[in-house]
């Protein structure tokens, strides 16, 4: 892999990072496809590390099971990376959403918080949306998360930090979850910048815009004192905020705003429960329906929206779709909100497997962006025979499948607070029979860029 090799010898890499866009754009001409390269489906699972796979599959089918995601044809390894903000040539070896997505979104390594923009230089780099866009090819983007979150927005804005979601997030002194974060006012659009990323969103040539984040859409953008959902409209974008203006919803471009943040999941652990210390509470509990989820509408029936609009376009489409929650309850601990997350990624991949059948020229990949925290562990440890406590230094979960065993689901990184960090493991990668010969059976993150300009023949 070239960009792996340039940066042991040492070269620059950002500058690397420019040459691999480069070569991917100038060399795609010459590929060439036995069938019309159309559409991509990209799921990401954010979070899903091969944990959560088996997570989700004990949970949902039996650890002897098999899940959609079991049956994908192609199958590789992605190595997830990223570079030190101050020094490109330093790796970093734990991601963010943000730079792990703007590595998907446009062939560049970048540092953690940055969206689709270079490490210190702060220089927008295009992104797989918007060279799709310009060759007329329809573009959308699914997530349970708010729409501007790090997923969604690196394939359509470009930000020097994650935090800058909406124009009252621009000023110098807003924080970012409780911390004050990098300065967002030189990006906004008062400042010449190109603001943030909900005004950006808005402004973009997506056809499908559907998720969370209503709040960082209720706002007056600072370039011209217009509404941002007035601006939506105004730009062609027909906008809904609940389930049935969703499923009814027939325009040729469309906003969905469904949750002022991100998404409520589909399940939570009995009465709430979640990991705790061992000593503090380790009796079993199963998983049950998230009242707040009621009325919601689940990423397959957005799925489904987008694929009908997006298909209306005779040169194809880019879709990408995020299944947000498997990394957000992770951080939370909460077990059996990241397993119905993984069954809502399950369920939406198989819709676009159904698709696909019908539509032949379309190619599926499945991948996430980084790894998480959850951890199967023994629930009782191999070594209580010896006198040994059954004990983690992490908080654990006992979690009753409904085969009725017990699956112990440990997190235990180093964020001793509210919140799991990442871990820096590498990710799966499936495709669909239309990715077999594309994909290799490892691949850095970057490259991924590539092989889809490529199948797009951009």
Not at 237 to 242: A, D, E, K, L, W
Not at 347 to 361: Q, V
Request: proline share 5%.
């Amino acid at each position: 892999m070239l960009s792996s090799v340039l940066f042991i010898i040492g070269i620059n890499m950002l500058k690397v990072n420019h040459i691999l866009q480069a070569i991917a754009l100038t060399l795609i001409s010459s590929a060439s496809f036995a069938t019309p390269a159309k559409n991509i489906i990209l799921i990401i699972g954010d979070g899903m590390d091969d944990h959560q796979v088996t997570i989700a599959r004990n949970y949902l089918v039996g650890p002897a099971g098999q899940l959609t995601l079991d049956n994908m044809p192609v199958r590789s390894s992605v190595a997830v990376l990223t570079v030190d903000e101050e020094d490109p040539n330093k790796p970093v070896f734990v991601a963010d959403s943000a730079n792990t997505a703007s590595a998907i979104a446009t062939g560049v390594v970048t540092s953690k918080g940055r969206i689709s923009t270079t490490p210190n230089t702060n220089q927008p780099v295009t992104t797989l949306m918007e060279l799709a866009a310009e060759a007329g090819i329809a573009t959308g983007v699914v997530s349970t998360a708010s729409v501007t979150d790090a997923t969604p927005a690196s394939f359509l804005s470009h930000s020097k930090y994650r935090g800058c979601e909406s124009p009252n997030m621009m000023n110098p002194s807003a924080s970012y979850y409780g911390i004050i974060k990098p300065r967002c006012d030189t990006d906004s659009k008062a400042n010449g910048g190109p603001g943030s990323i909900a005004e950006q969103l808005v402004e973009s040539q997506a056809q499908v815009i559907l998720g969370g984040g209503t709040k960082h859409f209720d706002h007056i953008s600072d370039s011209d004192g217009q509404h941002l959902l007035k601006k939506a409209q105004q730009a062609g974008f027909g906008v809904v905020q609940n389930r049935e203006a969703l499923l009814n919803a027939n325009t040729t471009r469309l906003l969905g705003l469904f949750s002022p943040s991100t998404m409520p999941v589909m399940w939570r652990g009995d009465e709430g429960r979640k990991a705790e210390f061992l000593a503090d509470n380790d009796a079993p509990f199963g998983c049950e329906a998230e009242p707040t989820f009621t009325g919601m509408p689940t990423l397959r029936e957005m799925t489904s929206k987008a694929l009908d609009l997006l298909s209306r376009n005779d040169k194809g489409f880019v879709l990408m779709i995020e299944s947000a929650s498997v990394d957000k309850q992770s951080h939370a601990r909460k077990p059996c909100g990241h397993i119905g997350e993984m069954k809502q990624l399950d369920d939406t991949l198989k819709l676009a497997l159904t698709y696909a059948e019908k539509h032949p020229d379309t190619l599926i990949l499945v991948t996430a962006d980084h790894g998480h925290a959850a951890q199967i562990i023994p629930a009782q440890s191999l070594f209580a025979a010896l006198g040994a406590e059954n004990h983690s230094s992490g908080r654990v979960a006992m979690v009753t499948t409904p085969h009725g065993e017990v699956m112990a689901i440990n997190y235990a990184t180093n964020s001793g607070k509210g919140s799991e960090e990442h871990t820096g493991v590498q990710v799966p990668l499936y495709g669909n029979s239309v990715a077999e010969g594309l994909l290799p059976s490892h691949i850095n993150q970057p490259e991924l860029f590539g092989v889809m300009t490529a199948y797009l023949g951009l």
